[in-house]
């Protein structure tokens, strides 16, 4: 089936450096690309997402890039805090109605004092 | 913000038992799905639904039934539990197309 693949699968940062996810898909005809993060114990919540009439979005320290000729798309905090440690999830929509997405398998962020 | 909740939390039974994981969401949602994750596999989804009494097959449905008796009610069926089904289960609903999914507590379910 479809695969969205994320990278990296462990991301360790200096508090007020910038983190980078990457993340790329398989369906030319994805066009919906949301990002969550969950906390430990927590459910996911979308923090940010892209459709593909657009190529950046930013907001509240979240930018987002999207490339669709090379099917990439990637999230960049800047300014990290500890509060920024979690676990980060990419998603792109698949083909077909129904608003299914296809996760990746996940980014685990730490944000070092 | 849209209310999704679970039940039970969690749930431990044996190889070969019923299991049946209940999903409400009060926000008339037309989309609501069952995901199950594990680590190193992210979020993969089981079923979905795009209204009562409409079912579709996720990406990994062996081994699950699913059915949405109303609008609000979603339910996922493990008729013969095997202890691969041992997982963190999310239910999630949505309105439509390109709009966040919300995602319910989770049900941690252990199959001994």
């Known amino acids: 089936g479809e695969q969205v693949e994320q990278l990296p699968s462990i991301l360790r940062v200096q508090e007020g450096s910038s983190a980078s996810i990457n993340c790329t898909y398989e369906n030319s005809a994805s066009n919906y690309f949301p990002w969550y993060k969950q906390e430990p114990g927590e459910n996911p919540k979308l923090i940010i997402d892209i459709r593909s009439n657009m190529e950046r979005k930013q907001t509240q320290g979240l930018i987002v890039l999207l490339d669709k000729k090379a099917k990439r798309f990637s999230l960049h905090i800047t300014d990290t805090q500890p509060g920024d440690s979690a676990m980060y999830f990419c998603?792109?929509?698949?083909?077909?109605?129904?608003?299914?997405?296809?996760f990746g398998t996940g980014t685990l962020l730490s944000v070092k004092p | 913000e849209a209310a999704v909740t679970q039940s039970p939390r969690n749930k431990v039974t044996v190889t070969g038992g019923n299991v049946t994981l209940s999903c409400r969401q009060t926000?008339?949602?037309?989309?609501m799905y069952w995901y199950r994750q594990d680590t190193g596999h992210g979020l993969r989804l089981i079923h979905y639904s795009y209204g009562a009494g409409n079912l579709q097959i996720g990406d990994v449905p062996d081994g699950y039934k699913a059915t949405r008796t109303t609008q609000e009610d979603f339910f996922l069926l493990l008729e013969l539990a095997s202890p691969s089904q041992t997982s963190l289960y999310f239910c999630?609903?949505?309105?439509?197309?390109?709009?966040?999914?919300?995602f319910g507590p989770g049900t941690r379910l252990t199959v001994l």
């Open positions: 999630a609903s949505t309105q439509n197309n390109y709009a966040e999914q919300f």
């Open positions: 998603a792109a929509s698949g083909g077909g109605s129904g608003n299914k997405l296809i």
């Open positions: 926000n008339s949602h037309n989309y």
